[in-house]
């Protein structure tokens, strides 16, 4: 590049010398002209004495001068003899011209004829000078016009020579650049399948370019999902669950350190291992639980045992989803060992109260009614009376006995429901003849609001169960001269609501009131002392059991509105 700019200069500076050498001749020939003209003109007037002539030669003269002055601007004098030599026969050309205008004004004819013969003489000498330093001009600009070529060629060299090097260059740099592309490039993929395979990424990329700050992007991204991964992870290790993943076989991919407490196995222990293995389950029940899970695709829990390694027997409830895209099932699996063997204790007590305390107390019942009845001899009014206080306090442990058995044969689902076409007012109206007594003797009008009837599928007795129960209820907790409201409603369920006017069910027992052995903390004690607690229990497993859903909500101004849904079946 500098090679081509000093060429460039030197082509320049050669272009300005040539025009000023044009510049140079073009005066010369100029001045010759008006050295011819202002003889003409001399001649002229000195034949014909016309003013006219000398008028022009004096301009002519004028413009001789100023060719000689624009001359020396272009070439100074004393740096080249031949325009030095010039130089000084124009000035003696003049001075004679200027002697022979005087002598031609004074008639003076031997004069001015020997001035004319000494100015051709003069005039001769100007022109072989000025022929020679245009001969000498015409080889200078021909010698600059050789140089000038030259100087075109090696620029035009110099210039093909730094396109070349250009295009060399850049087709280098476009090299070296796809080169540090596909490497940033080659890095990032390869960083992607290391944070997909839990692997330590390559060192973070150098530079300020878009791919560097996405690496660094990257790098700190896989930091964050480092820091979540490990978060993640000491959930899993410290859950006190089995959390694993298995293949579509069964087999055990991963598991967390939970098993080595419950199950005594080292998590490598299981890994590759199928779950049939440890299980008590058949493997075929295993892999059609499976089957169906897959199908679903959505979590499904169901209980397995599995054989711990010192061959104790564990019950589990596993949860289990399946993963399409990883193809994967991915487990929790709950200890469950001590709710079973509490729920079968419990089972086991319900059958030692019912055989082992029902019966003797329903016999100890009749004895009292014997006694009471006289059929065992007369007692006194005292003995009666003691009697009769018996028969009560047996008879409302043979109600309790009997409602728990009840609860808990609803809520293992040994009861069968007896489901047939029921009027759902005509249930409404047996509860109300029911507690039609208790309600008497406090002044509270029951009364079914609704005047049309619907029907839908259920058991009568059980239903009508739970009306009572919900009735007794509104009865025992409402004040003297009050009011309850039974209503039947139709939407996507049927809706039986019993309203009352009693202290209320505050909002924070409204879900525990239906638990068992749970009153209302707004009753009396007197009032909580007449019921046993498991009245609302028995009624949300009768409900349950039909489908449907119970609660309780606030009446206005003052009261509770119980209420239960039951769903209407698909052919009705």
Known sequence: MAALITTQEKLNLSFQEQTKLRDTTNILDGILKNFMQCLTERALYQFSHNER?????????????????RLRGLERVGEDPLLDRLDENVKGVL?????????????????????LIKLKTM?????????????QQQAKIAQKEEVETKLRHLIAIIAVAGVSVSVLLSIAIAISFQRMLVRKIAVLSENGIRLAANQPLLPELNGDDELSQLDANFHSMAHSLAYLRSKELAVIDNAV???CSLDRKGQFTQVNDAVKSLLQYDAKE??????????LTRADEIKEKMSTIMSAAAAVPFQISLRRKDLVIRDFMWSMTWNQREKTFFCVAHDVTERNRIDQFKRDMIAMVSHDLRSPLTSLQAAFELYADG?????????????NQGIGIIRRLVGKINALLDIEQLESGKITLSVAPTIMETLVDHAIESIYTLAERKNILVKRVNTDVHQIDCDAERVTDVLINFLHNAVKFSPKNGHINVTVSVGRELEVAVADEGSGVPE??????????RQSSADSHEVQAQGNGLGLAIAKAVVTAHGGTIGVRPNTPTGSVFWFKIPFHDNE
Request: net charge negative; charged share 25%; proline share 0%.
């Open 375 to 387: 059929s065992l001899g007369t007692l006194n009014e005292k003995g009666v009376q003691k009697t």
């Open 508 to 517: 924070s027992e409204r879900e525990a009131i239906f638990e068992r052995f």
């Open 95 to 115: 001075d004679k011209l200027e002697n022979t205008h005087i002598a031609m004004h004074s008639e003076n004819q031997y004069q001015v004829m020997f001035n």
């Open 241 to 243: 669950e089995i959390i």
């Open 53 to 69: 002539f000398s008028k022009e030669h004096q301009q002519t003269l004028d413009n001789l001068k100023m060719g000689m002055m």
């Open 123 to 135: 005039l001769d000498n100007v022109i072989k000078c000025a022929n020679e330093l245009s001969e």
């Open 270 to 279: 299981l890994t590759g291992r199928s779950i049939s293995t440890i299980a």
